[in-house]
């Protein structure tokens, strides 16, 4: 089923995906769905009246409240909107509603409630451990019995397009210095992560179940985790990350429903030690995704990550997030961890990619990169398998390296 909208061939927006945004208009941020090359106004359609049922929820600029909404009335808009995009007789009405993407900038989908950031990939907690801790076991323990995660800082997630500045901080001049040194980090990188985006609050004192985990995540976007290496090696034990990733982390602009996600579910690898019962369930309530990823340093494709063999699913995410009794609120993010593979051209890092700098990788016409430098423009892309042999993508998330403030 196509749509009246022309759509490209190869366009990260087929009919089938239709993903949901937020659009800066004339008189104030917008959601919108985008198709093809353009963006159907939802706010718009939502005041003239195309869409039945309740549809206060598309005007408030923002996608939370939709969000709130809960799972039905996702599925009730989705079906709508796919409805009107593909229905000729509807053309005449819908059309005026259709906006340019290259004429409009996009702002933040959602507001971020809180942010958590997980480690689910073995193959980048076993690169990190060795970089790291050379000479000990590189996963710990605790690795393979929980999904470890640690709290970030919602304020500083960014919409894709949005500048970063590079960070200060402490910072050791030569490994085991006692003495930190403090200036511009010299050791900027990305991390090339999924996000999920919580449309659903919990009440505190209970947690989320592996089989109610669809019911919760209401979209995926694309994420860097931007890190300051040497920030954070000097600050990281013993509590965690803290300033080495709070300056900022960046999304696409496009949350995709996790329906259109259906044809990309996958079996998770096998798990060894059998997890405890709150993260152990059968293959539905586990799922894995077949998300195929790609970043890009100033357009030259560095690494291609896989995220199919993450280890800990996004239901297994969420349900040790509130294992203790933690509430969600709608708007929760949290992301994966770095996506790594085995091999070196699926590295999701440059700490991975260029073994801590010590191996700095080729960009084309001479360049070299250990880390990032100013004005540095990291891309990352992804698609997954749709139906019919079709693609629904991620869109991208990108963001320009600035040098840091006096
Ligand atoms: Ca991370």
């Known amino acids: 089923m196509t749509s009246w909208v022309p759509v490209p061939d190869g366009s990260d927006f087929p009919v089938t995906n239709l993903p949901y945004g937020v659009f800066r208009g004339q008189t104030g941020p917008r959601i919108g769905a985008a198709i093809g090359e353009h963006i159907l106004d939802l706010t718009g ?35 709508t909107v796919a409805t009107l995009l593909r229905d000729e007789t509807a053309r005449g009405r819908v059309e005026p509603l259709l906006v340019r993407q290259a004429d409009v900038r996009m702002a933040m989908p959602f507001e971020v409630a809180d942010y958590v950031d997980f480690y689910s990939s073995k193959d980048h907690a076993t690169n990190v451990g060795r970089i790291f801790r050379p000479d000990a076991e590189a996963l710990l323990p605790n690795w393979s019995h929980l999904p470890i995660g640690y709290h970030g800082r919602a304020g500083t997630v960014l919409v894709s397009g949005t500048d970063v500045v590079r960070p200060r901080g402490q910072r050791r001049p ?21 996000g999920f985006v919580v449309g659903r609050a919990s009440e505190r004192g209970t947690s989320v179940r592996l089989s109610e985990a669809r019911d919760f995540i209401f979209g995926v976007v694309l994420l860097n985790d931007w890190s300051a290496r040497d920030i954070q090696a000097w600050e990281y034990v013993p509590l965690g990350p803290f300033l080495g990733k709070s300056f900022a982390t960046s999304i696409s602009a496009w949350v995709v429903p996790l329906e259109a996600f259906d044809a990309a579910v996958v ?37 291609s990550p896989e995220y199919q ?98």
């Open 267 to 303: 079996p998770l690898p096998r798990q060894r030690p059998a997890p405890l019962p709150y993260l152990s369930g059968d293959g539905a309530s586990l799922f894995g995704l077949d998300l195929r990823l790609e970043v890009a340093v100033n357009d030259v494709v560095v690494s």
């Open 45 to 79: 359609a939502a005041e003239r009246g195309l869409l039945a049922g309740p549809t206060s929820m598309l005007r408030t600029g923002s996608l939370n409240a939709f969000m709130a909404a809960g799972p039905a009335q996702w599925s009730r808009v989705r079906v």
């Open 174 to 194: 030569n490994p085991g210095d006692e003495v930190p040194g403090f200036g511009p980090s010299t050791k900027l990188d990305f991390e090339c992560e999924v």
């Open 309 to 406: 063999y993450m280890y800990w699913s996004p239901a297994q995410m969420l349900a040790h997030l509130t294992i203790n009794g933690a509430s969600l609120r709608v708007g929760d993010l949290f992301a994966s961890g770095t996506v790594s593979g085995w091999q070196r051209d699926t590295f999701g890092s440059l700490l991975e990619l260029t073994w801590n700098g010590t191996e700095p990788i080729a960009l084309g016409d001479g360049q070299r990169r250990g880390f990032l430098e100013d004005g540095d423009v990291v891309r990352l892309t992804g698609w997954a398998p749709g139906p019919n042999g079709s693609r629904v993508t991620l869109g991208e998330v990108a963001g320009r390296i600035l040098p840091a403030r006096e």
